[in-house]
């Protein structure tokens, strides 16, 4: 490993100011994405910055019922949190189907957010990937590209992001905020991860030396008949190979609201708008569900190995939204 040097930061203030100060930095919260990729040679920061002191690790309630979640917050611990069990839980769901218990134990909220692909080829130095190195290539398009993506694609890159919870933080409509030398703004987590067009190297709208300190998630009634569901190679310390956040109101047999967005499918966290606007509205029945399915997937582009994903994608989809819909039909007749 390339030798670095590292610096605590004490406030947020000092944190942007040391990471604006080397164009090299990089900061570091639970380090289970950057230490991986400083080992394999694939960062190589001259400074690492140590946020972890920085007092970013609560979940506080906003005025009006969302929930503030500090960018330190670990995914453990924000999965445990009552308040997103029961408010959110797809949320929780999707934490608790990320990496491992250890790894979850020490991965941050904000890293979350910002850990990068783990398209095999990126991780390999001897390949050719514009990723890692520009202009280069990208031996993921004809080669092993079982997990790469098939929305928001490129001949550029194929890559997926990796993230549970940032697929349902995209169906809840969060907010991230960020401090720069110039202040703090606040981000929508769609408009967060970019898509990869002839610059997949650039993963994020974030100007250099910002740091992510919060994520906010507003309030939303809906979300508490919610579910993440992830369909993978194995039941465990997998990643999607696709993944349904999904949230549902019915009322007499109409939607009246939905959320939804996918996971596996695409370079960033998908939020299935397509879908979304031919289901609210309409019956909540398995005809419409697949309308919307097949609609979300229609501009899918596949390869070789990923030609399967637009069918698991279809069938995670309807298979969500129908247990959703039936929970409320139980529901209601328990009533
Ligand atoms: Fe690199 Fe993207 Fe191609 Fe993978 S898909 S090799 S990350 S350019």
Redesign the pocket.
Known sequence: MKSFAYVKATNVEDAVRAITAEPGAKFLGGGTNLVDLMREGIERPDTVVDVTGLPLNTVEELPGGGLRIGALVRNSALAADRRVRTRYPMLSQALLSGASAQLRNMATVGGNLLQR?R????YDGT??????EPGSG????DGF?RG?AILGVSD????THPSDMCVALAALDAEVEVRGLDGTRRVPLADLHAL?GDT?EIETTLAPGELITAVELPPAPVAANSRYRKVRDRASYAFALVSVAAALEVREGTVSQVRLALGGVAPKPWRAREAERILLNGPADEAAFRRAAEAELATATVRQGNAFKPGLAKATIVATLRELSRELSTEGAGR
Do not use: V
């Not at 398209?119 to 990126?122: L, N």
């Open positions: 692909t398209c095999p080829y990126f390949s050719a990937c514009n990723k890692r990208c031996d993921a398009l590209n790469g550029s890159c194929i890559a990869p997949p």
